[in-house]
């Protein structure tokens, strides 16, 4: 029989790998309700996994840290010139013009604590 914890950790890992090294599929608030633990606890076991299942590419490896969720991310800087950090994985898409357009997502996006920042 396993425990909360364990379950949590599994579920995490499985997200981990699914979304290529990212935690885009949760959020900390279903996470929080459906396994009762704090989200301070939930995000410092995200970290964990994230240290411990760090992608392949020695590039990435040496890539800065998301303070809350341990993913790796690469800063860049938003229209205003703000600094804003990025997912360092490179999407393609075809524009709407029938353009390949090539560039980061921003971490917001897959950061399960995005709103714990834009405080």
């Known amino acids: 029989m396993t425990t909360k914890l364990e379950e949590l ?3 995490l890992t499985k997200d981990h ?3 290529n090294y ?3 599929g949760l959020r900390l608030d279903l996470l929080e ?3 009762k633990l704090p989200r ?3 995000l410092s076991i995200m970290r964990e996994i994230a240290h411990a299942l760090d992608p392949p590419d020695e590039e990435i490896k040496r890539l800065p840290r998301c303070r809350s ?3 790796r991310i690469v800063w860049g800087k938003s229209e205003e010139g ?3 950090p990025l997912d360092p994985k490179i999407l393609h898409i075809i524009s709407a013009q029938g353009q390949r357009v090539s560039g980061r997502e921003s971490h917001f996006v897959s950061c399960p604590n995005a709103e714990g920042h834009r405080k």
Request: hydrophobic share 40%; aromatic share 20%; glycine share 4%.
């Open 82 to 84: 703000k600094a804003i």
């Open 33 to 35: 309700k459906r396994y």
């Open 9 to 11: 950790k599994e579920e």
């Open 69 to 71: 969720c341990g993913m």
């Open 40 to 42: 301070a606890e939930i």
């Open 22 to 24: 990212s935690w885009r």
């Open 17 to 19: 790998w699914t979304w």
